[in-house]
Protein backbone atom coordinates (compact mmCIF):
# COMPACT_ATOMS: atom_id res chain seq x y z
CA UNK A 1 0.00 0.00 0.00
CA UNK A 2 1.05 3.18 -0.85
CA UNK A 3 0.23 6.82 0.89
CA UNK A 4 1.49 9.95 -0.24
CA UNK A 5 1.44 12.91 1.54
CA UNK A 6 1.61 16.50 -0.06
CA UNK A 7 2.58 19.76 1.70
CA UNK A 8 3.83 23.45 0.85
CA UNK A 9 1.20 24.79 -0.43
CA UNK A 10 -0.59 28.27 -0.42
CA UNK A 11 -1.35 31.64 -1.69
CA UNK A 12 1.29 33.44 -2.97
CA UNK A 13 2.09 36.51 -5.57
CA UNK A 14 2.92 36.26 -9.17
CA UNK A 15 6.98 35.53 -8.89
CA UNK A 16 7.28 33.99 -6.21
CA UNK A 17 8.37 30.75 -5.23
CA UNK A 18 7.25 27.52 -2.89
CA UNK A 19 8.22 24.25 -2.68
CA UNK A 20 6.04 21.43 -2.49
CA UNK A 21 7.03 18.11 -0.63
CA UNK A 22 5.74 14.52 -0.59
CA UNK A 23 5.99 11.96 2.31
CA UNK A 24 5.69 8.60 1.01
CA UNK A 25 5.19 5.95 3.28
CA UNK A 26 6.77 3.28 0.91
CA UNK A 27 10.05 1.05 2.72
CA UNK A 28 11.72 0.92 -0.76
CA UNK A 29 10.57 4.46 -2.16
CA UNK A 30 14.41 4.86 -3.86
CA UNK A 31 12.86 2.53 -6.48
CA UNK A 32 10.33 4.18 -7.24
CA UNK A 33 9.54 6.62 -10.40
CA UNK A 34 7.74 9.68 -8.49
CA UNK A 35 5.46 12.51 -10.25
CA UNK A 36 3.50 15.57 -9.95
CA UNK A 37 0.31 16.44 -11.40
CA UNK A 38 -1.67 19.65 -11.38
CA UNK A 39 -5.43 20.33 -12.07
CA UNK A 40 -6.54 23.49 -12.30
CA UNK A 41 -10.39 24.57 -11.43
CA UNK A 42 -12.68 23.14 -14.44
CA UNK A 43 -9.92 21.52 -16.38
CA UNK A 44 -8.35 18.11 -16.62
CA UNK A 45 -5.44 16.88 -14.68
CA UNK A 46 -2.59 17.34 -16.31
CA UNK A 47 1.36 15.93 -15.87
CA UNK A 48 3.80 18.78 -14.20
CA UNK A 49 7.15 16.67 -13.42
CA UNK A 50 8.64 13.43 -12.98
CA UNK A 51 11.71 11.52 -11.67
CA UNK A 52 12.92 8.00 -12.08
CA UNK A 53 14.59 6.30 -9.61
CA UNK A 54 17.47 4.39 -11.51
CA UNK A 55 19.53 7.69 -12.56
CA UNK A 56 17.84 10.42 -11.28
CA UNK A 57 16.38 11.72 -14.88
CA UNK A 58 13.62 14.12 -14.72
CA UNK A 59 11.41 14.91 -17.47
CA UNK A 60 9.21 18.49 -17.08
CA UNK A 61 5.91 19.38 -18.61
CA UNK A 62 6.58 22.50 -21.42
CA UNK A 63 4.87 25.17 -19.57
CA UNK A 64 6.99 24.60 -16.29
CA UNK A 65 10.48 24.05 -17.69
CA UNK A 66 13.49 26.32 -16.38
CA UNK A 67 10.76 27.20 -13.49
CA UNK A 68 9.98 23.94 -12.19
CA UNK A 69 12.31 21.29 -9.98
CA UNK A 70 11.55 17.47 -9.29
CA UNK A 71 13.51 16.20 -7.03
CA UNK A 72 14.17 13.22 -4.54
CA UNK A 73 15.80 12.66 -0.70
CA UNK A 74 15.38 9.12 -0.76
CA UNK A 75 16.92 9.03 3.25
CA UNK A 76 13.54 10.78 3.84
CA UNK A 77 11.39 9.08 1.32
CA UNK A 78 9.99 12.38 0.07
CA UNK A 79 9.94 13.71 -3.48
CA UNK A 80 9.93 17.95 -3.83
CA UNK A 81 8.83 20.32 -6.15
CA UNK A 82 10.54 23.50 -6.49
CA UNK A 83 8.43 26.26 -8.18
CA UNK A 84 10.16 30.13 -8.94
CA UNK A 85 8.60 32.32 -10.69
CA UNK A 86 5.01 31.01 -10.30
CA UNK A 87 2.29 32.53 -12.35
CA UNK A 88 -1.39 32.53 -11.99
CA UNK A 89 -1.92 29.78 -14.73
CA UNK A 90 -0.16 27.81 -12.24
CA UNK A 91 -2.89 27.95 -9.59
CA UNK A 92 -3.83 24.45 -8.96
CA UNK A 93 -4.48 21.93 -6.90
CA UNK A 94 -0.65 19.96 -6.76
CA UNK A 95 -1.05 15.93 -6.42
CA UNK A 96 1.98 13.82 -5.88
CA UNK A 97 2.00 10.44 -7.79
CA UNK A 98 4.42 6.98 -7.24
CA UNK A 99 4.90 4.97 -10.31
CA UNK A 100 5.42 0.98 -9.85
CA UNK A 101 8.41 -0.50 -7.69
CA UNK A 102 11.23 -0.78 -10.01
CA UNK A 103 9.85 0.38 -12.94
CA UNK A 104 12.24 2.85 -15.18
CA UNK A 105 8.79 4.18 -16.86
CA UNK A 106 8.39 7.67 -15.83
CA UNK A 107 7.24 10.09 -18.28
CA UNK A 108 3.78 8.49 -19.38
CA UNK A 109 0.53 8.92 -17.32
CA UNK A 110 -0.31 5.29 -17.41
CA UNK A 111 2.92 4.84 -15.78
CA UNK A 112 1.75 6.20 -12.39
CA UNK A 113 -0.68 4.48 -10.43
CA UNK A 114 -0.82 6.10 -6.98
CA UNK A 115 -1.67 9.77 -5.87
CA UNK A 116 -2.08 11.79 -2.72
CA UNK A 117 -4.81 14.04 -1.78
CA UNK A 118 -3.18 17.43 -2.90
CA UNK A 119 -2.45 20.34 -1.98
CA UNK A 120 -3.31 23.96 -3.14
CA UNK A 121 -1.90 26.27 -4.54
CA UNK A 122 -2.74 29.59 -5.16
CA UNK A 123 -0.92 32.08 -7.64
CA UNK A 124 -2.19 35.64 -7.58
CA UNK A 125 -1.83 38.48 -10.34
Known amino acids: QVHLVESGGGLVQAGASLRLACAAS????????MGWYRRAPGKEREFVAS????????YYADSVKGRFTISRDNAKSTVYLQMNSLKPEDTAVYYCAAGSSGSRDFTRDSDFASWGQGTQVTVSS
Open 51 to 58: IAWSNGRT
Open 26 to 33: ISTFSIYP
